[in-house]
T-cell receptor, first 116, second 110 residues
Framework: EPEVTQTPSHQVTQMGQEVILRCVPISNHLYFYWYRQILGQKVEFLVSFYNNEISEKSEIFDDQFSVERPDGSNFTLKIRSTKLEDSAMYFC??????????????FGPGTRLTVL | RKEVEQDPGPFNVPEGATVAFNCTYSNSASQSFFWYRQDCRKEPKLLMSVYSSGNEDGRFTAQLNRASQYISLLIRDSKLSDSATYLCVVKTGTASKLTFGTGTRLQVTL
């Protein structure tokens, strides 16, 4: 069964450094998302991406964050200057958005980001 | 009021028991509803979409009450492997984002 994949599984970085989290969505999916989950808290939406542009973003997704689909398979989340509070699990998701299953989003295994 | 509200639990039930989880949502414009399952430090996995007519998938039954803005999940004949956190998830209007509840933890014991 097709799956969303993410790399790396764990990223440790120093405060102020840039990180890039990578995702390969399910191949026939058209919508891509990033969510994050701080330890012990709920899953929070960051951004959605469709047709090579951001379709929606949350208040969390400020100027320090950016997303890109550099080729036909990868979808990346960049954090320009990491802060301690960016430490979280970051999940990539994708959806097919067909008429029969318009909203079902499938999540990757996540990247655990630790900012020191 | 929280957008999606769930009882955090934990619910401790013996194997074979029937257990029900409830969830309320605040935005009456919400259109799509889901139950996801999340194991400790893992990704949310889609358990089932929730349709207005209610739907069943094996031991799992989901119900939606739009008038009361209430969603439920019933698990029959609980298995040890059902132990997880169950996330109530809502999509509102034309927004593409999913809004998650904090989850209800289920522990099934021998």
């Amino acid at each position: 069964e097709p799956e969303v994949t993410q790399t790396p599984s764990h990223q440790v970085t120093q405060m102020g450094q840039e990180v890039i989290l990578r995702c390969v969505p399910i191949s026939n999916h058209l919508y891509f998302y990033w969510y994050r989950q701080i330890l012990g808290q709920k899953v929070e939406f960051l951004v959605s991406f469709y047709n090579n542009e951001i379709s929606e973003k949350s208040e969390i997704f400020d100027d320090q964050f950016s997303v890109e689909r550099p080729d036909g398979s990868n979808f990346t989340l960049k954090i320009r200057s990491t802060k301690l509070e960016d430490s979280a699990m970051y999940f990539c998701a994708s959806s097919e958005a067909t008429t029969s299953r318009p909203d079902e989003q499938f999540f990757g295994p996540g990247t655990r980001l630790t900012v020191l | 009021r929280k957008e999606v509200e769930q009882d955090p639990g934990p619910f401790n039930v013996p194997e074979g028991a029937t257990v029900a989880f409830n969830c309320t949502y605040s935005n009456s414009a919400s259109q799509s509803f889901f139950w996801y399952r999340q194991d400790c430090r893992k990704e949310p996995k889609l358990l089932m979409s929730v349709y207005s007519s209610g739907n069943e998938d094996g031991r799992f039954t989901a119900q939606l009450n739009r008038a009361s803005q209430y969603i439920s999940l019933l698990i029959r004949d609980s298995k040890l492997s059902d132990s997880a956190t169950y996330l109530c998830v809502v999509k509102t209007g034309t927004a593409s984002k999913l809004t998650f509840g904090t989850g209800t933890r289920l522990q099934v014991t021998l």
